[in-house]
């Protein structure tokens, strides 16, 4: 099953590749200067690149942390261990 973070990852590497074909093809320094600056220059901001179900899991996580819902690493460990002996 294909799922839509699969095609839109495909057709990001698609749109890459002829990118790269395209760039591949400049000889004038001063484009190739320009795309650089331009592609270095670009923020991203990571929220918005990510899921509205992974956002909603981020945010219910950090609700967890306010309400104190949250457990040590070394209590998750312990549980971990008693249920997975055989590990």
Do not use: P
């Not at 002829?18 to 990571?46: C, G, M, P, R």
């Not at 950090?62 to 312990?78: C, M, N, P, W």
Request: charge should be negative.
């Amino acid at each position: 099953m294909v799922t839509t973070l699969t095609k839109d990852m495909n057709l990001i590497e698609t749109k890459k590749i002829q990118l790269i074909s395209i760039i591949a093809q400049v000889y004038n320094f001063d484009i190739l200067d320009e795309i650089e600056q331009l592609l270095l220059n670009t923020k991203i901001d990571w929220w918005t690149s990510i899921s509205k179900a992974e956002q909603d899991a981020i945010d219910e996580g950090l609700q967890d942390i306010k309400t104190g819902k949250v457990l040590s690493h070394k209590r998750v460990i312990q549980e971990f261990n008693k249920r997975y002996k055989e590990l």
